[in-house]
């Protein structure tokens, strides 16, 4: 009777997380630190809901049972570890300072059971929070604040789905929050809201390996195309950026070398944009930036500070550019930017002494 009245009160929680265990077990290609991580989330979210089911059966005894003070502090060390996680599935942190805060909260959270420094509980079973009552509320906090913060400094690297991001990261905070107003609440939404913004984030991922290229992160030719056709009217003009030697640097050392060479040029590319410039890599050494309503002196600016960060870097790339007419498609001023960034190729290896014939 009790399995299945934990199956029935926690249904919407085991479908989701066995639909996450199956993703993670199918034909993906996301980086397996990131699947390893989503899977213990999955693991811990399925343990809490067990630990927090049987929790609730000692809390409506009439007297007070060291087992519940035992299953509260296994529970206020999990939850800590599960935002913990969610902060890991999107910025993984190498550093060891960062996991100290969570295992301080395990240690006071486990010496609460004899010292009642986090939480207690009465001879007739009610809880009682103790001088330190707030502590695990404060290092969810930080976790969540630090998940702020550098998804705000990378909100640039997200576009439209940084919205989505925020979504998931109020959700959460939410679920943290609300237990403050109502220590007595039921917690099953707490996990269950978990369990969909893990499965929420896991679709987000595998939708950027069908529009981000792999290996410099930025939108690819499939997006490119995407785009020309959605922000059709709102684009004003068109930039396209080429590598040279690329072709030399795999020949002389190696495709690793001219990948590093990609990457850094991307990097250049992306960091030099500003809000209304989308930035695309169509080829190997191919890239395209779409600017949205943006004036000629504008463009001319982004370009100038691509040049200058290029120019910190050993590579070199040609570029060309080209308004879109009012009337004008997005194809034509795609190719009279690679027009031009054709001959600024041509005399850039014209200058080295060589007589350029194909593209590289």
Known sequence: MALYNFITDNWTLLILIVSITILLNSDNHLDQ?????????????????????????????????????????????????IIMYMVLILFPVQK????????????????????????????DNHFE?????????????????????????RRRNYGNDYVLLVFIVITSSVCLIAPLFAEDSD???????????????????LQQYTKCDPLTQLLNRQSYYSDC???????????????????????????????????????????????GQRLYRIGGDEYVILCMDQEEDEVKSLIETIRSKVAETPYTCAIGY??????GSVEK???????????????FYENLGKNRRKRH
């Open 229 to 275: 056709d959605k922000y059709e009217n709102s684009i004003s003009a068109v930039i396209t950026m080429d590598m040279n030697g690329l072709k030399k640097i795999n020949d002389k050392e190696g495709h690793t070398a001219g990948d590093i060479a990609l990457k850094t040029l991307a990097d250049c590319f992306h960091n030099s944009l500003v809000r």
């Open 333 to 347: 001023a795609y190719k009279l930017a690679d027009e031009m960034l054709y001959m600024e190729k041509k005399k």
């Open 129 to 153: 929070r103790g001088p330190l009552g707030f502590f695990p509320y404060v290092v969810n906090a930080f976790y969540l604040i630090y998940f702020f913060i550098h998804l705000f400094k």
């Open 322 to 327: 080209s308004m879109k007419e009012k009337d």
């Open 187 to 205: 917690e099953n939404w707490f996990y269950v809201t978990i369990a969909i913004d893990t499965l929420v984030y896991y679709v987000y991922l």
């Open 96 to 123: 060891k300072w960062f996991y100290i805060l969570a295992v301080i909260n395990v240690i006071l959270s486990f010496a609460s059971i004899k010292t009642g420094i986090v939480f207690g509980f009465s001879l």
């Open 33 to 81: 630190d990131m699947v390893r991580r989503i899977f213990i989330t999955n693991v811990m979210l399925l343990i809490y809901s067990i630990s927090s089911y049987i929790e609730t059966y000692f809390g409506n005894l009439s007297t007070f049972s060291i087992a519940r003070s035992v299953l509260s502090a296994f529970n206020y060390s999990l939850v800590t570890f």
